[in-house]
Each structure stands twice: as C-alpha cells, then as structure tokens.
C-alpha cells in the first residue's frame, strides 16, 4: 500500500512540474533594431534611417516553428526551433535565441537584433 502511495504521489510531482512548464510563444512581427558586430556594426539610429527611407527588415514568426525574414524588401522562407535554438533561412542554419523580449539570430558576422512591433 506505502509503495502505491509513494508511485502515485511521484506521479502527480511529475504531472504539476511537467504540467506548469511554459512554452514561449514568440509568434508576431519583430523589425530588425540593430547588428551586433565586431568590425562592422549597426546602430538603432542608422537601421530607423533605412526604413524612414522605405527598406524594411523583419521577421514574422508563426506558432507553428515557420516564418519569413525580410531584407531590404527581399524575402526568405525560414523554419525555427527554439528549443535546439536553431533557425534555417533560405537553407542555412542560424544560431537562434529569444531573450529579453527580443528574437536574436547570430552568425559568423554578427548579431541581428530584432525587437517585437508594438
């Protein structure tokens, strides 16, 4: 009877830890806030500029792990994965985070920063 008790009081632990767990939900438009590099950096002031002059950066996440990045207007596909904390875009694998509120793809070059649309 003790073991009974002891296997069923482990398996309601496990249910409420595993239960009450949060998946993030990232979904939504991000604009690109700014490039995070070594040599060639770009700022909040410069990135606000080009799309005061009509090039637009963003990234549309949707909750099923797809989305699309857009690049001075031009489109690429992506698929993401925030668990791996990986991101395929247009057929390369990215390092992908979400921290802070803000989504952050890094490569060799830099950090692209983006931050949620209000």
């Not at 590099?37 to 549309?60: C, H, I, Q, W």
């Not at 791996?84 to 694998?93: F, L, N, Q, R, S």
Request: aromatic share 8%; hydrophobic share 40%; glycine share 8%.
């Amino acid at each position: 009877m003790k073991r009974v008790l002891k296997l069923i009081c482990a398996l309601l632990i496990a249910v409420t830890f595993f239960g009450c767990s949060k998946k993030v939900d990232v979904s939504g438009k991000y604009y690109l806030l700014r490039i995070d590099a070594e040599n060639d950096p770009v700022t909040e002031e410069t990135m606000k500029e080009l799309r005061d002059l009509g090039y637009e950066f963003s990234l549309t996440l949707n909750s099923d792990g797809t989305g699309e990045m857009l690049a001075m207007n031009e489109k690429m596909e992506l698929t993401y994965d925030l668990e791996k904390g990986t991101a395929v875009i247009d057929g390369m694998e990215e390092s992908f985070r979400y921290e802070n509120g803000q989504i952050l793809i890094e490569d060799s070059g830099g950090t692209l920063v983006f931050a949620k649309e209000q």
